[in-house]
């Protein structure tokens, strides 16, 4: 079974959320009470840049085709895996893009004046160069692709799709998308710090946890 259809028969579009992060028991010594010490135990999550982590998910790559934010941060980083985002230029220019990603739209979307609202409003149109593009840029069939769109739903999956039929062999897809990955890691790819919270690898953050968000297949906005 393909990687879209894995997708299409998990239903994983119709639910994507970065996922829960990965918990190891690590026993710590607690405090010492009345002269005698006890084990507890306390959860640390496995995260990027984690050593244990990223030869974890590199080993499990691309053979598992669906990767998390934090896994997505591996590969791109230590795997040779390049970010393949298929949203459009007017999202990459209005909300933001990846550091080092590759911007090939799987649709168009304009601004157009709507006489019914007398408003402006989103148009969207197929681009059908879309894997032209993308074979110009990567013409071997065998490079390492993560690809994602907005929030995981929009189009990663029909992009996937024809990628797949186009002969392409190591893909993936990024769950949550864009939006996933910009609430935990900056412009510069650094770890985001809430106020005095810091996402960290060897911590719990529920910010990491949330629903991703954003453009929808409608086009209705580009809300993060």
Partial sequence: MGLTQTLRASGSLR???PSRPVFTPVPVRAPVCQGRQRMVTVSAVKQWPDPDFIKETLEQFPEKGIATVEEARCLFSSGGYTW???RSELENDEVGKV???V???FVHLKR???????DRVMK???NPDFIKMVEKRFPKKDVKLMVGCSNGKAYSIDALEALEEAGYTNLTFVRGGYNAWFRIFDNKLNRRNYGEYQERYDGYDQLSMGDSCGIHASGAGFDK
Wanted: proline share 14%.
């Fill in 84 to 86: 393949l985002d298929v």
């Fill in 112 to 118: 157009v004046y709507d006489p019914e609202t007398k």
């Fill in 15 to 17: 639910t994507c959320k």
């Fill in 99 to 101: 550091k080092g990603s």
């Fill in 103 to 105: 911007n090939i739209p």
């Fill in 124 to 126: 969207k149109t197929p």
